[in-house]
Protein backbone atom coordinates (compact mmCIF):
# COMPACT_ATOMS: atom_id res chain seq x y z
CA UNK A 1 0.00 0.00 0.00
CA UNK A 2 1.23 3.36 -0.51
CA UNK A 3 -0.04 6.75 0.35
CA UNK A 4 0.48 9.82 -1.58
CA UNK A 5 0.25 13.56 0.15
CA UNK A 6 0.54 16.32 -1.94
CA UNK A 7 1.63 20.10 -0.89
CA UNK A 8 2.01 23.25 -3.36
CA UNK A 9 -0.95 24.24 -4.54
CA UNK A 10 -1.78 27.93 -3.94
CA UNK A 11 -3.29 31.06 -6.13
CA UNK A 12 -0.37 32.45 -8.07
CA UNK A 13 -1.15 35.16 -10.90
CA UNK A 14 -0.87 34.07 -15.19
CA UNK A 15 3.14 33.26 -16.08
CA UNK A 16 3.35 33.01 -12.55
CA UNK A 17 5.55 29.70 -11.15
CA UNK A 18 4.45 26.65 -9.04
CA UNK A 19 6.33 23.25 -7.68
CA UNK A 20 4.45 20.80 -6.44
CA UNK A 21 5.34 17.70 -4.52
CA UNK A 22 3.82 14.47 -3.43
CA UNK A 23 5.51 12.43 -0.95
CA UNK A 24 5.17 8.77 -0.74
CA UNK A 25 5.22 6.36 2.53
CA UNK A 26 6.48 3.22 2.27
CA UNK A 27 10.00 1.81 0.89
CA UNK A 28 8.67 0.57 -2.56
CA UNK A 29 8.30 3.79 -4.16
CA UNK A 30 10.87 3.09 -7.09
CA UNK A 31 9.13 -0.18 -8.15
CA UNK A 32 5.46 2.51 -9.24
CA UNK A 33 5.34 4.65 -12.02
CA UNK A 34 4.13 8.19 -10.88
CA UNK A 35 2.00 11.04 -12.82
CA UNK A 36 0.46 14.15 -12.13
CA UNK A 37 -3.77 14.51 -13.21
CA UNK A 38 -5.61 17.66 -12.84
CA UNK A 39 -9.16 18.14 -12.78
CA UNK A 40 -11.16 21.16 -13.50
CA UNK A 41 -14.40 21.80 -12.15
CA UNK A 42 -16.93 20.51 -14.72
CA UNK A 43 -14.44 18.68 -16.30
CA UNK A 44 -13.34 14.65 -16.30
CA UNK A 45 -9.77 13.99 -14.86
CA UNK A 46 -6.97 14.51 -17.02
CA UNK A 47 -3.39 13.32 -17.58
CA UNK A 48 -0.80 15.80 -17.14
CA UNK A 49 2.72 14.29 -16.98
CA UNK A 50 4.26 10.80 -15.99
CA UNK A 51 7.45 9.05 -15.60
CA UNK A 52 9.03 6.08 -14.83
CA UNK A 53 10.24 4.28 -12.47
CA UNK A 54 14.70 5.87 -12.46
CA UNK A 55 12.66 9.23 -13.63
CA UNK A 56 15.16 8.50 -16.61
CA UNK A 57 12.08 9.19 -19.00
CA UNK A 58 8.52 11.16 -19.12
CA UNK A 59 5.75 12.48 -21.08
CA UNK A 60 3.58 15.38 -21.48
CA UNK A 61 -0.11 16.03 -21.68
CA UNK A 62 0.19 18.94 -24.90
CA UNK A 63 -1.38 21.24 -23.04
CA UNK A 64 1.42 20.92 -20.64
CA UNK A 65 4.75 20.55 -22.85
CA UNK A 66 7.34 22.88 -22.31
CA UNK A 67 5.97 24.49 -20.01
CA UNK A 68 5.73 21.81 -17.04
CA UNK A 69 8.33 19.54 -15.88
CA UNK A 70 8.22 16.22 -14.14
CA UNK A 71 10.79 14.93 -12.03
CA UNK A 72 11.03 12.17 -9.16
CA UNK A 73 13.51 11.62 -5.97
CA UNK A 74 13.58 8.23 -5.28
CA UNK A 75 15.65 8.37 -2.07
CA UNK A 76 13.35 10.92 -0.85
CA UNK A 77 10.36 9.00 -1.87
CA UNK A 78 9.27 12.34 -3.87
CA UNK A 79 7.83 13.45 -7.16
CA UNK A 80 7.32 16.83 -8.19
CA UNK A 81 5.96 18.61 -10.67
CA UNK A 82 7.46 22.13 -12.22
CA UNK A 83 5.24 24.67 -13.41
CA UNK A 84 6.17 27.37 -15.76
CA UNK A 85 3.98 29.91 -17.51
CA UNK A 86 1.14 29.42 -16.11
CA UNK A 87 -2.15 30.74 -17.28
CA UNK A 88 -5.88 30.35 -16.09
CA UNK A 89 -6.37 27.41 -17.79
CA UNK A 90 -3.99 25.40 -15.58
CA UNK A 91 -6.81 26.09 -12.77
CA UNK A 92 -7.55 22.81 -11.49
CA UNK A 93 -6.82 20.68 -8.03
CA UNK A 94 -3.86 18.33 -9.39
CA UNK A 95 -3.16 14.55 -7.84
CA UNK A 96 -0.72 12.72 -7.72
CA UNK A 97 -0.91 9.04 -8.94
CA UNK A 98 1.27 5.98 -8.86
CA UNK A 99 0.87 3.23 -10.25
CA UNK A 100 2.51 -0.85 -9.73
CA UNK A 101 1.68 -0.86 -14.42
CA UNK A 102 4.76 -2.37 -16.50
CA UNK A 103 4.52 0.34 -18.94
CA UNK A 104 4.89 3.81 -17.37
CA UNK A 105 3.00 7.16 -19.05
CA UNK A 106 -0.12 5.67 -19.35
CA UNK A 107 -2.48 8.60 -19.49
CA UNK A 108 -6.28 7.03 -17.91
CA UNK A 109 -7.08 7.46 -14.56
CA UNK A 110 -7.70 3.85 -14.38
CA UNK A 111 -3.76 2.50 -14.99
CA UNK A 112 -3.10 4.14 -11.62
CA UNK A 113 -3.24 2.13 -8.14
CA UNK A 114 -3.00 4.95 -5.36
CA UNK A 115 -3.87 8.51 -5.39
CA UNK A 116 -3.51 11.28 -3.68
CA UNK A 117 -5.96 13.99 -2.21
CA UNK A 118 -5.22 16.62 -4.41
CA UNK A 119 -3.87 20.13 -4.31
CA UNK A 120 -5.76 23.36 -5.56
CA UNK A 121 -3.76 25.84 -7.95
CA UNK A 122 -5.30 28.77 -9.19
CA UNK A 123 -4.09 31.17 -11.90
CA UNK A 124 -5.81 34.46 -11.96
CA UNK A 125 -5.32 36.90 -14.81
Known amino acids: QVQLVESG ?20 FSSYVMAWFRQAPG ?3 EFAAGISWSGSN ?14 RDNAKNTQYL ?18 RSSRWGQKTPNEYDYWGQGTQVTVSS
Open 58 to 71: ANYAESVKGRFTIS
Open 9 to 28: GGLVQAVDSLRLSCAASGRI
Open 82 to 99: QMNSLTPEDTAVYYCAAG
Open 43 to 45: MER
